[in-house]
Nanobody
Framework: QLQASGGGLVQAGGSLRLSCAAS????????VGWFRQAPGKERELVAA????????YYADVVKGRFTVSRDNAVNTVYLQMNSLKPEDTAVYHC?????????????????WGRGTLVTVSS
């Protein structure tokens, strides 16, 4: 079971850190992706990370502003979001799959957590 948290209301230019926590010890072997969906828009992948943290992926729209990382000792993956823009406003979800490779497609993930709302005001 995955649980995303850390969302909230922030002004443009501000920062938030999202967390994706799992209760299973095996989570440390899972690749994880962060997705977002804004009202009226398609879901999009913003960042992904392998089980070890050795490989990461970022969508072009967040490169240089977002950083994905993980602490396998506490079964948690983070998404640090800096220089936030109003267009970053969305519900953010984390997803996971037990695999060694980096996953960049939504349909390849097996487990999805409830989202957390991020609202960036201008």
């Amino acid at each position: 079971q995955l649980q995303a948290s850390g969302g909230g209301l922030v002004q443009a230019g501000g920062s938030l850190r999202l967390s994706c926590a799992a209760s299973e010890h095996s989570f440390r072997r899972y690749a994880v992706g962060w997705f977002r969906q804004a009202p009226g828009k398609e879901r999009e992948l913003v960042a992904a990370i392998t089980w070890s943290g050795g490989s990461t992926y970022y969508a072009d729209v967040v490169k240089g502003r977002f950083t994905v990382s993980r602490d396998n000792a506490v079964n948690t993956v983070y998404l640090q979001m800096n220089s936030l823009k109003p267009e970053d406003t969305a519900v953010y979800h984390c997803a996971a799959r037990n695999t060694l490779v980096l996953i960049t497609t939504a349909h390849s993930y097996d487990y999805w957590g409830r989202g957390t709302l991020v609202t960036v005001s201008s």
